[in-house]
């Protein structure tokens, strides 16, 4: 019987490894090791939970609740996939991920309790979600940029809002930073907008040479 239970922890950790490798592939935070060792220990608490309590004596008033092992998992994985999402710069980051690290416990679950065909299936839809639709979103809807540059003085600042706003892109944070060396000033510019995903690398090639006079720090 345990070789049926070593299969599952197997079975899990090939659907929890091919989602770890798309995440990896895209250089997010939590990878193929990441989602596997989830999927593995989900596998193995959900087979814990099932029959690691066989030699408990049951009688006819009192049953074990086998969820309760199963629920904790739930719980738990919420830990590790808050250690995955970032707040930086008025933007959250990682959501994807942390959900990619909870939708993994629950496929390590289901090969746990020996519902492959479900488990191989919610990996395929998730591998769906992720891959396939991440192009397709790329070229519509919109995203949001953050953009810092130094200027050497107020006209190249103006020249830059000046091109933003012919190009229809409302400013949704803006900042702007006097530096002072001496005789020397420039000033060092903060600003967040939504532009097309479409468009998004055209409007970085744009900023990057039809503008002189600024040196772009950051744009992303």
């Known amino acids: 019987m345990e070789y049926e239970y070593l299969l599952r922890i197997f079975v899990a950790a090939l659907l929890g ?4 490798l798309e995440r990896e592939y895209r250089a997010k935070e939590a990878g193929f090791r990441t989602h596997l060792l989830v999927a593995m220990g989900s596998a193995l608490f959900m087979i814990l939970s099932f029959h690691g309590f066989d030699g ?10 086998v969820s309760r092992i199963a629920a904790q998992v739930v719980s738990g994985i919420g830990f590790i996939g808050a250690g995955t999402i970032i707040f930086q710069r008025h933007v959250v980051r990682g959501l994807t991920t942390a959900a990619g690290l909870w939708v993994t416990a629950a496929i390590g679950m289901a090969s746990g309790a020996g519902l492959y065909l479900l488990a191989v299936g919610t990996m395929l839809f998730v ?6 639709m991440n192009a397709l979103l790329r070229r519509i809807g919109y995203r949001n940029v953050e953009l810092t540059f130094h200027a050497k003085d107020r006209e190249t600042i103006n020249q830059v809002l000046n091109m933003l706003k012919k190009d229809k892109i409302r400013l949704s944070a803006y900042s702007m930073t006097e530096n002072k060396e001496g005789e020397k ?3 060092t510019v903060k600003m967040e907008f939504k532009v097309s995903r479409k468009t998004y690398q055209d409007k970085v090639m744009k900023l990057m040479t039809d503008l002189d006079g600024i ?4 744009f992303e």
């Open 56 to 65: 408990v004596l049951v009688t006819e008033n009192h049953r074990l609740d």
């Open 185 to 187: 000033h420039n000033y």
């Open 215 to 218: 040196a772009v720090e950051n």
């Open 17 to 20: 490894g091919a989602i770890g």
């Open 127 to 132: 591998l769906l979600g992720l891959e396939p």
